[in-house]
């Protein structure tokens, strides 16, 4: 398995302004994903952090609004700016995948943004 | 794309009964198929895979769940349900190939009564 850690844990943003949430892995995993959680329902998938490239954005996210970093096998970054209310949700951080081969994924303990 | 469905929003039951979660995909190929439960204020902890083979798969906490084709279903059961079980249960499917990649169902609220 897979032990995953996020951060930060929980913060409270003024509309606006941006936060970046980071989530190290301590193992090289293949996929890293972020998922968005909002309050009462079920994960979305925000995005496929790709190392070294682009991020792969499903329907209704966008580069501007979630920008995602994946520098190594081990690390990634998500940032959610200009922030709204609406955007007060948990961001899970999840990995799966070795080198060998498939693996199911693995969470983070997530982020609770709060906007006010 | 694939699909999940969990009929059930909320289940209450008493402590000691038997329970049965539902769990319905849609998906061409065999599909990755898990459960996942978050307690309250918690992050997800996975309960049980089926990736191939025996398609009645045990997970920890004494849960299991059998994968049947024919219905497109992965239904969650445990014979004795305990207080501490009480949380959201989440099923998930994953596309072939990327096994991590997941499309959650609604979730399940699960309320057990003492």
């Known amino acids: 398995s897979a032990v995953i850690s996020q951060k930060p844990s929980r913060d409270i943003c003024q509309r606006g302004t941006s936060l970046t949430i980071q989530c190290q892995v301590d193992s090289q995993v293949t996929m890293m994903f972020w998922y968005r959680q909002q309050p009462g329902q079920s994960l979305t998938l925000i995005a496929t952090a790709n190392q070294g490239s682009e991020a792969t954005y499903e329907s209704g996210f966008v580069i501007d609004k979630f920008p995602i970093s994946r520098p190594n096998l081990t690390f990634s970054t998500l940032t959610v700016s200009n922030m709204s209310p609406e955007d007060s949700s948990i961001y899970l951080c999840?990995?799966?995948?070795?080198?060998?081969?498939?693996?199911?994924?693995?969470f983070g303990q997530g982020t609770r943004l709060t906007v006010v | 794309a694939q699909s999940v469905t969990q009929p059930d929003i909320h289940i209450t039951v008493s402590e000691g009964a038997s329970l049965e979660l539902r769990c319905n995909y849609s998906?061409?190929?065999?599909?990755?198929l898990f459960w996942y439960v978050q307690s309250p204020g918690q992050g997800l902890q996975l309960l049980l895979k089926y990736f191939s083979g025996d398609t009645l798969v045990q997970g920890i906490k004494g849960f299991e769940a059998e994968f049947k084709r024919s219905q497109s279903s992965f239904n969650l059961r445990k014979p004795s349900v305990h207080w501490s079980d009480a949380a959201e249960y989440f099923c998930a499917v994953g596309a072939a190939g990327t096994a991590s990649k997941l499309t959650f169902g609604t979730g399940t609220r699960l309320q057990v009564t003492l």
């Open positions: 998906y061409g190929a065999t599909p990755y």
């Open positions: 999840s990995v799966g995948g070795t080198q060998t081969g498939n693996t199911e994924a693995f």
